[in-house]
């Protein structure tokens, strides 16, 4: 089955800190790894992806990690400030022939002054 | 802006009444998908459509029905609303790149759902 499994499901840290939020697939189909970011009211938006040949990406304060042997990939997020609050998903797509995603649950992420 | 535009943002039906949600892009984007959002389930895909005249069910299309009208417009319409179909809908597009490219789905601000 195609399934993305995330955690936490919420996560509370103080602003300067570092919230990872993790994700584990299971299929080996899956060849791209995209992260969104949705603020309460507005839909997803992408902030940040990765290909299973490099392990880590950088973005400004976003980080990929990837361990293609262990099947996941985690969102690291440096000096974190209380804008960064919002719900975050991963996903995975699969070298299906097809564009289509399977998002993770969403990690509700709030970062307190 | 350039974008994905749903319309209506809020609906209130009552249970049996059908409805449908409309989705249009003008990025020029194949691929269109319906998701919807409910909590603590992330975003569970409907229905896609990889190109214009072609559709697909996704993970949960029970009780829903699309329409691709033209490579900009992607409809989705409930025939019989249930209360289990109270959610936030999301309508997106894609661009369809190949492998080495990075691409990433452009979401529409939703369309908040409830069934009474």
């Known amino acids: 089955q195609q399934q993305v499994k995330q955690s936490p499901q919420s996560l509370i840290v103080q602003k300067g800190g570092i919230p990872i939020i993790n994700c584990a697939y299971e299929?080996?189909?899956?060849?791209?790894f995209p992260w969104y970011q949705q603020f309460p009211g507005k839909g997803p938006a992408l902030l940040i992806a990765?290909?299973?040949?490099?392990s880590e990406k950088k973005e400004g304060r976003f980080t990929i990690s990837f361990n293609k042997s262990a099947k996941q990939f985690s969102l690291h997020i440096m000096d974190s400030q209380p804008g960064d609050s919002a719900t975050y998903f991963c996903?995975?797509?699969?070298?299906?022939?097809?564009?289509?995603?399977?998002f993770g649950t969403g990690t509700r992420l709030t970062i307190i002054p | 802006n350039a974008g994905v535009t749903q319309t209506p943002k809020f609906q209130v039906l009552k249970t049996g009444q059908s409805m449908t949600l409309q989705c249009a892009q003008d990025?020029?984007?194949?691929?269109m998908y319906w998701y919807r959002q409910d909590p603590g389930m992330g975003l569970r895909l409907i229905y896609y459509?990889?190109?214009?005249?072609?559709?697909d069910k996704g993970e949960v299309p029970n009780g829903y029905n699309v329409s691709r009208l033209n490579k900009r417009e992607f409809s989705l319409r409930l025939e019989s609303a249930a209360p289990s179909q109270t959610s936030v809908y999301f309508c997106?597009?894609?661009?369809?790149?190949?492998?080495?490219?990075?691409?990433?789905?452009?979401f529409g601000s939703g369309t908040r759902l409830t069934v009474v």
């Open positions: 997106a597009s894609s661009d369809v790149q190949g492998p080495s490219m990075v691409y990433g789905y452009t």
């Open positions: 299929n080996t189909a899956f060849d791209y």
């Open positions: 990765i290909r299973p040949d490099v």
């Open positions: 996903a995975a797509r699969g070298n299906f022939g097809n564009e289509k995603l399977t």
């Open positions: 990025m020029n984007h194949n691929s």
């Open positions: 459509s990889a190109s214009e005249g072609t559709t």
